[in-house]
């Protein structure tokens, strides 16, 4: 299979022209609108702006600074500002009277985002499947997510008195990325589905529903490792003009003896390129909002029903109607299980990449570079994998949760030892290639797998469901890590339960069998068919009844 044919491919190939609208299929397929070039392009785009790279480099890094000039160490209580350069734990205030370590605040600032998201999108989530709620929301979330990285440029020369607002931007900064993860996620069936080359394949009277499935499956899986490919590129466009900035000549600094005069090393540069990536992605979010064609909605909200209260009932109803699909209510847990364990991970490094570079912005723009380029080549991998050698979908996750995973075993040396463990500058440029070559294509397969596991049509349903456990369950590595941090001062003994997330979750993975998930949902799908018409034929009955009378 030539690259043209297999990565370059194009879904464009095929019109409505073929389409019989006298057919059932073909009256569903031609109910929403055909995706343009311009809107699947758009939905590239947009990822390419949302890749998260602020949020756990110069986001970090910035908060962590502020704490550290506005923290203090226990012994000293009443000096204000740690030495960066020490060794020593720094404390920050916290509720209750008593500090906690620097270390521990950032997981708990992490754990509140996640729960407040939990419930914003149970009250709110179930919207997406509404009209056209989805574009609007996701709108609202960008401006404010965009808002809150450019921000912190108020702050670049503060004393530390405003590491708590920065805390609160930080809090508000991921639950507006969180939420954009989630709704730009659900648009994603609906967009793939709705490419030319798929509806063609969905209307087809001559070819059976395995078949359509197939092309489906087949494109979904396309649009979703390409867009991620697009979020590595947004990542790698970012660090490659950062990197290059860092290094002009600056001596608008106090800089250490050793270190070099430029402007990567002076602490304004962590503010200068969150402002950078909050530009990046109002240009590259525009497209999409400009190209979503007006009929690509959802239906109208129920007749009585709520929008405040529709999302709990929505749970309510995803989690009664996934019992009914056994293997989707595993995946449900082990979902939960390696997206808290890799997002742990991320935040457990952001914080230890803060103290190895002493916050060098930098060093950490350079090492966000290497991930970059590799986490481009880790996604074209596997799906260059899938379609050369037919893997499927759940071998691919399960090979990156491995992969993943082995990022912990290696944190839990550094529980005894001082030089190896994550633990130094070298092992940070090993984790960056690492997780970029086999951790970045995780967000791919994961919602690839999941998408496998769903009816047709309660796809919304089940992505908004997940992304609210999802978010629901993140608070769990961050409480336990920064617990385990608080009582022992060492952020490195949270490792273990972080490999535990990652080991358990890969033995529920490996036990889905995909082939006879996709025989529950013909049967969910059958059973609910008739269910319809039992009450359809018991309403035209009473119809009768009330007519003679």
Request: aromatic share 14%.
């Amino acid at each position: 299979m030539s690259l043209k044919e297999g990565i370059f491919a194009s879904p464009f190939n095929a019109s409505d022209d073929e389409i019989d609208p006298n057919t059932e299929n073909g009256k569903e397929v031609l109910s929403q609108p055909p995706a343009t070039k311009w809107e699947l392009w758009g939905y590239y785009l947009y990822y390419n702006g949302d890749n998260g790279y602020t949020m756990f480099s110069y986001m970090v890094n910035i908060l962590q600074s502020l704490a550290y000039k506005g923290g203090y160490y226990p012994d000293t209580p009443d000096v204000k500002g740690c030495d960066i350069y020490s060794d020593k734990v720094c404390y920050v205030p916290w509720t209750g009277g008593n500090g906690i370590p620097v270390a521990s605040m950032t997981l708990y600032v992490q754990a509140i985002s996640f729960c407040i998201q939990f419930l914003i999108f149970t009250t709110f989530g179930s919207l997406a499947d509404y009209g056209s709620w989805n574009k609007y929301i996701l709108l609202i979330v960008t401006i404010v997510g965009c808002a809150t990285q450019i921000i912190p440029i108020a702050w670049a020369f503060n004393d530390g008195s405003a590491w708590n607002a920065m805390m609160g931007i930080e809090i508000l900064a991921l639950i507006s990325y969180g939420a954009s993860l989630v709704f730009y996620g659900a648009a994603f069936p609906t967009l793939s589905d709705n490419l030319p080359i798929v509806r063609k394949a969905r209307a087809d009277p001559d070819m059976t529903k395995e078949e359509s499935q197939v092309v489906s499956d087949k494109w979904r899986n396309h649009v979703s490792a390409i867009s991620t490919v697009f979020s590595n590129i947004g990542f790698l466009v970012l660090t490659g003009i950062l990197s290059g900035v860092s290094f002009i000549k600056w001596e608008k600094y106090s800089f250490r003896d050793g270190d070099q005069h430029v402007l990567g090393n002076d602490p304004l540069y962590n503010y200068i390129g969150t402002v950078v990536c909050g530009a990046y992605w109002v240009i590259n979010a525009i497209p999409y909002f400009l190209a979503v064609p007006r009929g690509r909605r959802g239906p109208d909200l129920p007749a009585g029903a709520n929008q405040f209260t529709i999302g709990w009932k929505s749970i309510y109803v995803a989690f009664k109607e996934a019992r009914k699909l056994r293997y989707l209510f595993l995946y449900l847990f082990a979902y939960l299980l390696f997206a808290d364990a890799v997002s742990t991970t991320n935040q457990m490094i952001g914080i230890v990449q803060g103290e190895i570079t002493s916050f060098s912005a930098q060093q950490v723009t350079i090492l966000n570079l290497a991930s970059a380029v590799t986490s481009i080549i880790g996604c074209l991998f596997f799906l260059w994998l899938a379609k050369r050698f037919n893997v499927k979908t759940k071998t691919n996750l399960l090979i990156i949760i491995t992969l993943s995973g082995v990022v912990a075993v290696w944190g839990c040396f550094g529980i005894g030892l001082d030089n190896f463990g994550i633990k130094t500058t070298w092992e940070l440029w090993v984790f960056y290639v690492w997780s970029g070559l086999f951790t970045a294509p995780i967000w791919a397969w994961q919602n690839t797998l999941l998408a496998e596991l769903c009816p047709r049509g309660k796809e919304n349903l089940f992505f908004g469901l997940f992304g609210v456990i999802n978010k629901g369950s993140s608070w769990l590595g961050p409480v336990v890590v920064s617990a385990i941090t608080e009582h022992t001062n060492n952020l490195w003994k949270g490792w273990p339960f972080v490999l535990a997330l990652f080991v358990v979750s890969i033995v529920i993975v490996f036990f889905i069998d995909v082939d006879k998930a996709k025989i529950d949902i013909d049967q969910y799908l059958a059973n609910e068919k008739l269910e319809s018409e039992k009450i359809e034929t018991n309403e035209l009955a009473v119809a009768e009844v009330e007519e003679k009378n």
